[in-house]
């Protein structure tokens, strides 16, 4: 006799994209309980920077970075005209990512001599993920401009991989980095530029429809912010790496006039009659967010801001919670639920339609506690105001049990369809 329960029944349909979204929506709220639980160990005398290193990384490699490989892997097929070549690859790629995400916080958080393993891993990882995804944009007809983004956020992602690899390594030997700190300023950018906002930028030319619209009545905003901020990321990079930092105002106007560029792409915004849902919502949260990082980037270049770990800390907080996981969590209110409708009921005529699967309740808290969180946790470490700061970072953790508890829901039709009655 065979034993079969409802998860095994629906492991098939349980797709890497999917994959990817579960695991992105545990990471984020790793990283919401973990940033809470040491929030008095991010500032000041009390500050552990371990701690903080390791939390940040689950939001970058096991939220942001998870939820953009597998929305590539659904994106890249669909819209640039070849079927995803090494379909296996994204799919081993994830296990060692997060095996490799898990070693790297513990190594972190337990106070390992080396920390390199774990580093180690998320290479392979992506060794993995290039392994398909390059070819499949070799054999695409064309490039689009989205996947010219894509192409580009894949090739910094592997330069921010060998500068995170050679830091990791570096600070138990302390042999290779001339200037770790500049290496770090270059890693730093590589992802939240380089890699991340690239990679978003590039996917709301598909997936934010004012920015398409407004892009194929004038594509020159959108090709210079596209230069702008690849020159800026690799030019800024280079010199922390090679230079000695010399020119930081120079890379920070660059960049600056790259996000001007893309809001420029975005005038349509003001004329056009939006529907206010969670994604839209979202992501006009994370438009303003981009704003205010690039704000203080330059106030940071040009010294209007007195250049501490607080201030650090806040222009990188800003640019994660503020610019990148709004965005990204807009997009996933859209693609983790359409996700699971095509596995379970594209083929049915009973089922709902995939914005009925989720509760819009969660989708509105999870936008307003990240609204209001994000703002009072860089204005808590710019003032370095604990209460301001613990307040903020309650409310990101109300945002992430939300979004956790909204990416349950949308996976418990997997085994569990719902079909109305006929």
Same mark, same amino acid.
């Given at each position: 006799?065979s034993?079969?329960?409802?998860?095994?029944?629906?492991?098939?349909?349980?797709?890497?994209?999917?994959?990817?979204?579960?695991?992105?929506?545990?990471?984020?709220?790793?990283?919401?309980?973990?940033?809470?639980?040491?929030r008095?160990?991010?500032?000041?005398?009390?500050?552990?920077?371990?701690?903080?290193?390791g939390?940040?990384?689950?939001? @970058?490699?096991?939220?942001?970075?998870?939820?953009?490989?597998?929305?590539?892997?659904?994106?890249?097929?669909?819209?640039?005209?070849?079927?995803?070549? !090494?379909?296996w690859?994204?799919?081993?790629?994830?296990?060692?990512?997060?095996?490799?995400?898990?070693?790297?916080?513990?190594?972190?958080?337990?106070?390992a001599? %080396?920390?390199?393993? #774990?580093?180690?891993? /998320?290479?392979?990882?992506?060794?993995?993920?290039?392994?398909?995804?390059v070819? @499949?944009?070799?054999?695409?007809?064309?490039?689009?401009?989205?996947?010219?983004?894509?192409?580009?956020?894949?090739?910094?992602?592997?330069?921010? &991989?060998?500068?995170?690899? *050679?830091?990791?390594?570096?600070?138990?030997?302390?042999?290779?980095?001339?200037?770790?700190?500049?290496?770090?300023?270059?890693?730093?950018?590589?992802? *939240?530029?380089?890699? %991340?906002?690239?990679?978003?930028?590039?996917?709301?030319?598909?997936?934010?429809?004012?920015?398409?619209?407004?892009?194929?009545?004038?594509?020159?905003?959108?090709?210079? &912010?596209?230069?702008?901020?690849?020159?800026?990321?690799?030019?800024?990079? &280079?010199?922390?790496?090679? #230079?000695?930092?010399?020119?930081? !105002?120079? +890379? /920070?106007?660059?960049?600056?006039?790259g996000?001007?560029?893309?809001?420029?792409?975005?005038?349509?915004?003001?004329?056009?009659?939006?529907?206010?849902?969670?994604?839209?919502a979202?992501? *006009?949260?994370?438009?303003?967010?981009?704003? %205010?990082?690039?704000?203080?980037g330059?106030?940071? =270049?040009?010294?209007?801001?007195?250049? !501490?770990?607080? /201030?650090?800390? /806040?222009?990188?907080?800003?640019?994660?919670?503020?610019?990148? @996981?709004?965005?990204?969590?807009?997009?996933?209110?859209?693609?983790?639920?359409?996700?699971?409708?095509?596995?379970?009921? &594209?083929?049915?005529?009973?089922?709902?339609?995939?914005?009925?699967?989720?509760?819009?309740?969660?989708? +509105?808290?999870?936008?307003? @506690?990240?609204?209001?969180?994000?703002?009072?946790?860089?204005?808590?470490?710019?003032?370095?105001?604990?209460?301001?700061?613990t307040?903020?970072?309650?409310?990101?953790?109300?945002?992430?049990? =939300?979004?956790?508890?909204?990416?349950?829901?949308?996976?418990?039709?997997?085994?569990?369809?719902?079909?109305?009655?006929?």
């Open positions: 006799m034993f079969t329960c409802p998860l095994t029944a629906a492991a098939p349909r349980f797709s890497p994209p999917l994959r990817h979204f579960a695991l992105a929506a545990a990471s984020f709220w790793a990283f919401a309980a973990a940033l809470f639980a040491g008095n160990a991010l500032m000041g005398f009390g500050l552990d920077a371990r701690w903080a290193l939390a940040t990384h689950l939001l @970058t490699l096991g939220f942001l970075s998870v939820t953009m490989l597998g929305a590539m892997s659904q994106m890249l097929p669909a819209h640039g005209g070849a079927a995803l070549r !090494r379909p690859a994204p799919a081993l790629g994830l296990w060692l990512l997060a095996a490799g995400l898990a070693v790297f916080v513990a190594e972190l958080w337990l106070g001599r %080396v920390y390199w393993r #774990g580093p180690a891993l /998320a290479a392979a990882a992506l060794a993995c993920y290039l392994s398909s995804y070819p @499949t944009l070799l054999a695409s007809p064309e490039l689009p401009f989205t996947e010219k983004h894509f192409a580009a956020a894949l090739a910094f992602l592997v330069s921010l &991989a060998g500068v995170g690899v *050679l830091l990791a390594v570096d600070r138990s030997r302390g042999a290779l980095l001339p200037a770790p700190d500049h290496a770090l300023i270059a890693h730093v950018h590589l992802a *939240l530029v380089g890699w %991340v906002s690239l990679a978003i930028i590039g996917a709301s030319y598909r997936l934010f429809h004012p920015v398409a619209l407004s892009r194929g009545a004038n594509r020159l905003p959108s090709q210079a &912010a596209f230069a702008l901020l690849a020159a800026g990321t690799a030019g800024l990079a &280079a010199d922390a790496l090679l #230079g000695g930092n010399r020119w930081p !105002r120079v +890379w /920070a106007l660059t960049l600056a006039a996000y001007a560029c893309y809001l420029t792409q975005l005038r349509s915004l003001a004329k056009a009659k939006l529907r206010l849902d969670p994604p839209m979202f992501t *006009l949260v994370g438009i303003l967010g981009g704003i %205010v990082w690039a704000g203080l330059l106030a940071l =270049a040009f010294g209007l801001l007195e250049d !501490r770990w607080e /201030a650090r800390a /806040a222009y990188g907080l800003c640019a994660l919670l503020g610019w990148a @996981t709004p965005w990204v969590l807009g997009q996933a209110h859209k693609i983790f639920p359409f996700l699971v409708w095509r596995s379970v009921y &594209a083929e049915s005529v009973d089922g709902p339609s995939f914005d009925a699967l989720g509760r819009p309740a969660l989708a +509105w808290t999870a936008l307003a @506690t990240l609204a209001l969180g994000w703002p009072l946790c860089v204005a808590g470490l710019l003032r370095e105001c604990q209460p301001a700061l307040a903020g970072l309650s409310l990101v953790l109300a945002c992430a049990t =939300a979004y956790a508890l909204q990416s349950a829901l949308w996976l418990s039709h997997l085994p569990w369809p719902r079909f109305s009655e006929s």
